[in-house]
């Protein structure tokens, strides 16, 4: 459960927005600002470390500015794990072993898991459109105090990189109902680790259900983040 959990945790802020030495984005044409309201997408995942690595496909809902829900499917359609998070609480759900795990996120473990958060909120920290003018590349201290590197293309992040070797790349833009969306995001980590998340079918700025983002728990063993701790 350890590896769904961690593409979770990446999977939930990398929606709400990937070696190449070049980044190629189709010249869109975009109303400066505009950005994503609510998100629901399909998605496939993968995560790999060396000759390791799992994959894994679900759909993926987002409303600004916190709201969030990742359901991680089997093979055959049905619901293996959901993850939920509402401003800065978030809800873990296995539910093939009837277990969840619940609290605030720096609540998360300082390692593993907590770690993997960490990461995927410096990659959800994203410029709006049109907010850097034409193309380039600009060095700055970003919001949580780490200097970064910042590419554009036609107003759009590319790329991020850290000091310490860790880089996102953002590909395949769309305009989906007038907003850029990257459609391919891919994390490589200082440590050899790959992440990748491709969406398709994506619908932007629609409207979704209330209890979209409601945790259903009745019957579920509840557990605190901390549980979560372990290899």
């Not at 990937?18 to 189709?26: H, L």
Request: proline content about 6%.
């Amino acid at each position: 459960m350890t590896r769904i959990i961690r593409i979770a945790l990446f999977s939930l802020a990398l929606l709400t927005l990937c070696g190449c030495a070049t980044f190629q984005t189709p010249h869109l044409i975009y109303q400066p600002g505009a950005v994503v309201e609510t998100l629901s997408a399909t998605a496939s995942l993968s995560i790999t470390k060396g000759d390791q690595g799992m994959g894994a496909n679900g759909y993926l809902l987002y409303q600004r500015p916190d709201r969030m829900r990742l359901v991680i499917l089997s093979p055959f359609g049905t619901t293996l794990m959901e993850a939920i998070v509402t401003g800065k609480r978030i809800t873990i759900i296995s539910n093939t072993k009837g277990e969840a795990f619940s609290g605030n996120l720096d609540e998360l473990p300082r390692e593993g898991q907590g770690e993997t958060w960490r990461n995927a909120s410096w990659i959800m920290e994203m410029d709006p459109p049109g907010s850097f003018v034409g193309d380039g590349t600009l060095e700055r201290v970003n919001s949580l105090g780490n200097k970064e590197q910042v590419t554009f293309e036609n107003g759009l992040v590319v790329s991020k990189s850290l000091a310490n070797g860790d880089m996102v790349r953002y590909r395949d833009y769309e305009l989906v109902n007038g907003v850029p969306l990257a459609t391919e995001i891919i994390m490589d980590s200082h440590d050899g680790g790959r992440f990748r998340i491709k969406v398709t079918d994506p619908e932007v700025n629609g409207e979704l259900a209330p209890d979209a983002f409601r945790p259903h728990l009745d019957g579920y063993k509840r557990y605190p983040l901390s549980a979560l701790q372990g290899p």
